[in-house]
């Protein structure tokens, strides 16, 4: 004997009287007799079943399918499909071929019978394969298909259908009730691309309802009606994305697309410095960066320009410098001489940052929007304080308002970010208009730095004098 499906063992084997069977059946369903034909099969089903033969068990549910869904019975395919998938002891061979054949139907079903019928048979589907878990990939691929439905209807609305909104987030929310993160029997790049349409539906979502909340005064974040839970919920998923595999050759498409998603929310929440760094994933892909004048070229500016739009701290400082020794760079004029200016301990004066890099700036897809060229010009300030703090260990309020081409208020303002941040160190006098860079020292520390200052003096010192004793000496022999 052999064992069945969930380790039972076949009793009998009914091929035989399958054999003899089969064909009894399809003449009764050509002549019009199907109900007596389906009657047979499932009173041999049930015996087949019984006796844990899952080969006949698996020919009889597939023909009882077959010929319902030939004479164009659907109504009865549904019902037997919940019927035999609930019958006790079913095998779960025989239910996931079951599964397997309707799900085979789908699309002809769609084209000949209409989207009712289809969406009759994806719902008794989804019945089905709830719970299973050897069903949940087929499961995954049915919702798949539902989601893109109802996404369809988003897009191109029917008379009777849901208003758009409703079938977007109808559309979204299937996918995302599938953890399909967790699907053993899902081939890696499947699960992927899952999960990222997951994600793209998330992000679908999230700009609807932003746009709602702009259009009705409440864009502001945490809104009751803007698209931050769906953003939350794209971050999620994101997570469960393997970079490692991304890098795999075979897998540059969906890494792209990965990318794309994640520089959009980047965006969103204005995190420059994390958009810089999936841009230089997306640079680094090697059909990306052997384009040097097209899509490799604008990855790399767009590098450029979300490093010098982040706040300063040591990782932005890091990738900017690396980023400035890259040989690529030097090949983009404009990209590397901003870069340089934020390198170079020098002042950059704004007016004529406007005047050298604006023209060309202002240009791209980037620099149009005007919270990032508001943006930019808040890093170029807080680059020429860190300059001045560098220089300087005392100013006046006024100068350091005309170094930084603003107004009074602008200027201390923007210094007691700075201070606040951690970014420098400094303490303003408002009446005598002073501006301090050096903290008060205790004795201690004077008391260290003289030392510390002493012996480097002392030892300049001794290297002088053995450097004199040695020219003596060597004018000492020369003479005699």
Same mark, same amino acid.
């Given at each position: ?7 039972? !063992? ?16 399809? /003449? ?12 047979? #099969? ?109 996404? /369809? ?114 965006? =969103? ?6 958009? /810089? ?51 690529? #760079? ?26 050298? !890099?604006?023209? !060309?700036? =202002?240009?791209?897809?980037? !620099? ?31 100068? #350091? ?36 860079? =050096? ?42």
């Amino acid at each position: 004997m052999s064992e069945g499906a969930g380790g039972k !063992f076949q009793q009998k084997d009914y091929t035989p009287e399958v054999d003899e069977l089969l064909p009894q059946a399809t /003449a009764l369903s050509q002549a019009g007799k199907l109900q007596e034909a389906l009657d047979k #099969l499932f009173a041999l089903e049930k015996q087949s079943r019984n006796g844990s033969d899952l080969r006949s068990t698996t020919r009889l549910v597939k023909a009882i399918m077959e010929l319902e869904y030939n004479a164009r019975d659907l109504a009865q395919l549904n019902t037997s499909i919940n019927i035999l998938s609930k019958k006790h002891g079913q095998l779960k061979g025989a239910i996931q071929d079951m599964v397997e054949l309707a799900m085979s139907w789908l699309d002809e079903i769609k084209q000949r019978d209409g989207i009712e019928k289809w969406l009759e048979l994806v719902e008794t589907l989804r019945t089905v394969t709830e719970g299973k878990l050897f069903l949940e990939t087929p499961r995954a691929r049915v919702t798949l298909s539902l989601a893109r439905h109802h996404e /369809a209807l988003h897009r191109n609305p029917k008379s009777g259908s849901p208003p758009p909104r409703d079938s977007l987030i109808t559309a979204s929310d299937l996918l995302s009730d599938l953890q399909v993160e967790t699907y053993s029997s899902m081939e890696r790049v499947e699960k992927t691309e899952f999960i990222l349409e997951q994600m793209r539906l998330l992000l679908e979502v999230a700009r609807l309802k932003d746009a709602e909340g702009k259009n009705a005064g409440k864009g502001e974040k945490g809104a009751l009606n803007d698209g931050e839970p769906e953003w939350v919920k794209l971050r999620v998923q994101s997570r469960k994305v393997n970079e490692q595999f991304l890098k795999e050759s075979a897998n540059e498409a969906i890494k792209l697309q990965f990318y794309d998603m994640m520089v959009q929310y980047g965006l =969103r929440h204005h995190a420059y410095l994390d958009v /810089a760094k999936y841009y230089y994933k997306v640079w680094e892909t090697p059909s990306i960066k052997g384009d040097v004048n097209g899509k490799g070229k604008t990855a790399l500016e767009h590098i450029v320009y979300y490093v010098a739009l982040s706040p300063h701290d040591n990782e932005q400082s890091d990738m900017m410098h690396r980023l400035f020794a890259n040989p690529a #760079l030097e090949k983009l004029e404009v990209q590397y001489n901003l870069i340089k200016s934020f390198t170079t301990d020098e002042l950059m004066r704004w007016p004529g940052i406007v005047d050298v !890099f604006g023209p !060309f700036l =202002r240009k791209t897809d980037v !620099f149009t929007n005007d919270k990032h060229w508001e943006d930019l010009h808040a890093r170029v300030i807080e680059h020429n304080v860190r300059v001045i703090a560098k220089y300087y260990t005392r100013i006046t309020l006024a100068r #350091l308002t005309t170094l930084l081409d603003l107004t009074p208020q602008q200027a201390e303002e923007t210094l007691c970010r700075l201070v606040v941040a951690g970014t420098v160190w400094a303490r303003v006098d408002r009446p005598a208009g002073i501006v301090n860079f =050096r903290n008060k020292r205790g004795a201690e520390d004077v008391m260290n730095d003289w030392s510390s200052d002493m012996q480097k003096l002392l030892g300049l010192v001794e290297k002088t004098w053995m450097s004199v004793n040695a020219a003596q000496a060597a004018q000492a022999r020369i003479k005699a």
